[in-house]
């Protein structure tokens, strides 16, 4: 009987899954390629935290940033296929697959999908200074000003980047991008007015917007966030526009099935908790429940869907 592949190789003609078995007394690594204390490395604590109790081992997050995340990615790419080194990707690593070349891995070859987290939709904010209220006259306003209005994000290649480059093909404006290396840069200059708008995570802008500091004008996903009641979302005015940063787990390709297996039942023990739905949710994030197989297919279609717009917007990087 053939053994399930990873569903991102099933073409490539990978050897036979490797034999071996996750060591329980051993602990388990979950390899988030960004810093501390932003909203993949917390997601990943949650996890981490919850399913040590659940498969009864210990497993913790190493933070290991650079290079555009793909630092952590090629350390998980060589480390052995035994369940107890795991890469915790995002979006950022799907649109790299069409964006970084150079990257040193590839996703459907290197890797073999494991489990979701979720999905995280992004807030169109403005300085209340800009004279809009919603997104429909953001993109009068944008119309009537080729090349004048500009957006922030936290860097070329970002799905930030990218959701504001779909904005421009979808409703035909010309508008700038404006990167910045943090999100905290690209507040401050927002809260300034020194740039009028910013696509920020739905947790910060609504933070922000309590106190009137900014306006949101739409969220990025395919529906209304529980985060900013009121808020529209941009498929309101371009319909299909649904644009959210997917987070999960992936192994090095050639960890048995078994293992997978198994930690993909504990990470969906997590996200169908009540306390971390309310939680994610209140952050505009979206649990994903998805088996190995559909989380694969997420990966895929994700992957595809930013080479597109990549091609489409000519985006390139800088240097």
């Given amino acids: 009987m053939i053994r399930r592949r990873s569903v991102l190789a099933l073409t490539l003609g990978l050897p036979s899954l490797a034999r071996a078995q996750t060591r329980p007394s051993q602990p388990i690594r979950l390899v988030v390629p960004f810093?501390?204390?932003?909203?993949?490395?917390?997601?990943?604590?949650?996890?981490?935290?919850r399913i040590s109790v659940t498969l009864g081992r210990?497993?913790?997050?190493?933070?290991?940033?650079?290079?555009?995340a793909t630092l952590g990615a090629q350390q998980v790419a060589r480390a052995a296929p035994d369940g107890q080194t795991l890469l915790v990707i995002t979006s950022s690593h799907t649109i790299g697959e069409s964006l970084l070349p150079n990257r040193g891995y590839v996703l459907a070859r290197d890797f073999a999908p494991v489990?979701?987290?979720?999905?995280?939709?992004?807030?169109?904010?403005?300085?209340?200074s800009l004279d809009v209220r919603d997104l429909a006259g953001l993109i009068a306003h944008a119309r009537a000003n080729p090349g004048v209005l500009s957006y922030a994000t936290t860097?070329?290649?970002?799905?930030?980047?990218?959701?504001?480059?779909?904005?421009r093909l979808r409703a035909g404006i010309d508008w700038v991008h404006v990167p910045y290396r943090a999100g905290a840069e690209a507040r401050a200059d927002l809260l300034a007015g020194r740039v009028p708008v910013m696509f920020d995570p739905v947790a910060g802008a609504a933070d922000l917007a309590r106190d009137g500091r900014v306006r949101v004008l739409a969220v990025t996903g395919a529906a209304a966030s529980p985060a900013l009641p009121g808020v529209p979302p941009v498929s309101a005015t371009l319909p299909g526009y649904d644009v959210a940063l997917l987070i999960g787990m992936v192994?090095?390709?050639?960890?048995?099935?078994?293992?997978?297996?198994?930690?993909?039942?504990?990470?969906?023990?997590?996200v169908r908790t009540p306390e971390v739905v309310a939680q994610w949710r209140s952050q505009g994030a979206e649990p994903i429940d998805a088996s190995v197989a559909d989380w694969g297919g997420m990966i895929a279609t994700?992957?595809?869907?930013?080479?597109?717009?990549?091609?489409?917007?000519?985006?390139k990087l800088e240097g």
């Fill in 35 to 49: 810093g501390a204390g932003g909203a993949t490395d917390i997601f990943a604590r949650t996890v981490a935290e």
């Fill in 58 to 68: 210990r497993a913790f997050v190493e933070n290991r940033p650079g290079a555009g």
């Fill in 115 to 128: 489990v979701g987290f979720n999905t995280t939709a992004l807030a169109i904010t403005a300085t209340p």
């Fill in 155 to 167: 860097g070329i290649g970002t799905v930030n980047h990218l959701a504001g480059e779909l904005i």
């Fill in 251 to 270: 192994a090095p390709v050639g960890t048995p099935d078994s293992v997978i297996d198994r930690l993909n039942a504990a990470v969906r023990e997590v």
């Fill in 302 to 315: 994700d992957t595809a869907r930013w080479a597109q717009v990549v091609r489409e917007a000519g985006v």
